[in-house]
């Protein structure tokens, strides 16, 4: 990378599906790699992304999404689903790169920061506990904004 | 350091070229320090990898048993790969991750 004006990208993660997460992993570590802060905020269905017991279980959409290349109504047929998301897990562990769990592991370590949502944390009846130990807390959006307080900031909507 | 021929990111074009020396004058100009032991544990570990033609990730660094991401990023500030893949006189790694 050369010179680059940007300085920080935040992330807000709206979406549970397989494609869309590691969009905003990849996106987020990238960042980190190149020497940019980053910081994900997961609400609503992103939520899943940092639920213990779901987030080793999101899937890709088959249904409504043209770039499957299959009739809406074959992906909506029984086990379609898990049958996209292993081929494409499979197609990922090729390239390195590691499941959800790992990848937030790997994320926190690098420094990024995770926040979950407190309008959807309460609308899902979520507990901290049922969140990852590498949360870094519950913000509100104006919280959220605040951690854009610095130059060269970009904040993305997934 | 005049005689080091090095690309326009000041990556080493020539791994001949490259003496603890250069390493500690490229770490000097990015801000990374004085090397210590860990330093040099983690770049002779990416030569090692290099050498052997291993593609270099985030996620090899986690389980190279090496070094934790965390003290990789306290190590090599401003992005760790870049940085230490520069310091050792390798490629700079192409992956996204």
């Known amino acids: ?158 | 350091m005049e005689n080091v021929n090095r690309n326009e990111q000041g990556y080493l074009t020539d791994f001949s070229q490259w003496t603890k020396e250069v390493a500690q004058e490229i770490a000097t100009e990015q801000e990374i320090g004085e090397l210590t032991d860990k330093h040099w544990e983690v770049i002779e570990y990416l030569q090692e990898k290099n050498k052997n033609e291993e593609p270099l990730s985030i996620r090899g660094i986690k389980k190279s048993g090496v070094i934790n991401i965390k003290e990789f990023y306290a190590l090599f500030p401003g992005g760790p790969l870049k940085m230490s893949t520069m310091v050792a006189g390798i490629p700079k790694p192409k992956s996204c991750i």
Request: glycine share 8%.
């Open chain 1, 1 to 158: 990378m050369g010179k680059t004006k940007v300085k920080k990208m935040l992330f807000i993660l709206s979406k549970a599906t397989l494609e869309n997460v590691y969009a905003a992993f990849i996106m987020a570590n990238g960042a980190r790699m190149e020497g940019i802060d980053s910081e994900i905020f997961f609400t609503f269905f992103g939520l899943e992304a940092i639920q213990k017991n779901k987030l080793k279980d999101l899937r890709v959409a088959t249904v409504g999404n043209p770039a499957m290349h299959m009739p809406t109504m074959l992906g909506g047929l029984p086990g379609m689903e898990a049958f996209a998301t292993k081929m494409m897990k499979k197609e990922m562990e090729k390239l390195d790169m590691p499941p959800v769990d790992e990848f937030l592991e790997i994320l926190s370590d690098s420094g990024c920061k995770l926040w979950a949502c407190k309008l959807a944390v309460e609308m899902f009846k979520l507990k901290e506990k049922d969140l990852i130990d590498e949360l870094d807390g519950i913000l509100t959006i104006g919280d959220f904004y605040g951690q854009a307080d610095v130059d060269g900031c970009q904040i993305v909507y997934i």
